[in-house]
C-alpha cells in the first residue's frame, strides 16, 4: 500500500487516486454489543498499522459486510426481517444507538473498533454486500431481490446512527453467478445474472 502511494505521489495524482484495503466481519473480536466493537488481537499486528496509514492519507476503509452470513450463523438470535430491511421497528437498542437494519449494525460495530485504535475520522466503505439467490432456505430470488432493493433504498440518503448525516456507499456482489467456486452452494450463487448473462433477479438503482 506505501509503495502503491508513493507511486501515486510521484506522477502528482495524490488525492485523486486513493489506495485502501478490504477487511470483513471476522477481524472483529467483539461485535455485540454493537458500541463494544473491537478489533482481535490476533489482528492488531496488522490492522493499526493498515488504519494509521488509511488515517494519513485521508483514504476509507473497505469492508465486506454480508447480513446474509451473519443470519444464516446466527438464525437463534437475528430475524430474516432484521437482515433484510424489513423490520417494522427497532430491532437492537444499544445505549443512544438503535438499529432498524443489520447492515447498519454491523458499520457499526465496524466504527467502534476503528475508534479504539485512533481511526474515528476514518470513514467506511462498503466494497461487497449481497445476498444469493439459491442454495439454502433463505437464499431465494424473492430474498435477493427484497435485500437488494431495500439496501438501494436505505444507501439513497440513508445513513448508520453512529454515523449520522454520512451517506453510506456500498457496492453490490455480484454481477455474475461464480458457477465453478468452490465451498458452500450459495457462494456460487450470488450474482444478478448467470455465467450466460440470463437475468436472475432484475433490480433498479434509481432512488426509491
Known amino acids: 500500500m506505501k509503495n502503491i502511494q508513493s507511486a501515486i505521489t510521484s506522477v502528482g495524482l495524490k488525492g485523486q487516486i486513493k489506495v485502501s484495503t478490504a477487511t470483513y466481519s471476522a477481524v472483529l473480536g467483539t461485535s455485540y454489543p454493537r458500541s463494544n466493537g473491537s478489533f482481535n488481537n490476533h489482528v492488531s499486528s496488522f490492522i493499526n498499522p493498515i488504519v494509521s496509514f488509511l488515517a494519513e492519507n485521508n483514504s476509507p476503509l473497505l ?96 445513513s448508520t446512527p453512529r454515523r449520522p448525516g454520512q451517506a453510506i456507499e456500498a457496492y453490490l456482489f455480484a454481477m455474475f453467478d461464480e458457477n465453478e467456486k468452490p465451498g458452500l452452494e450459495t457462494e456460487k450463487h450470488f450474482g444478478l445474472f448467470t455465467p450466460t448473462q440470463r437475468s436472475k433477479c432484475q433490480i433498479s438503482f434509481n432512488s426509491m
Open 63 to 158: 469492508a465486506n459486510i454480508y447480513p446474509y452470513f451473519s443470519y444464516t450463523g446466527n438464525r437463534k438470535d437475528i430475524q430474516l426481517p432484521y437482515a433484510l430491511f424489513t423490520a417494522p421497528g427497532v430491532t437492537v437498542e444499544d445505549g443512544r444507538f438503535q438499529y432498524q437494519n443489520l447492515l447498519d449494525a454491523s458499520l457499526d460495530a465496524l466504527y467502534a473498533a476503528l475508534e479504539r485504535v485512533n481511526g474515528a475520522n476514518l470513514r467506511v466503505v462498503v466494497s461487497e454486500t449481497g445476498w444469493p439467490l439459491q442454495g439454502d432456505p433463505a437464499a431465494t430470488v424473492e430474498n435477493a431481490r427484497t435485500y437488494h432493493r431495500n439496501l438501494i433504498k436505505h444507501v439513497n440518503g440513508g
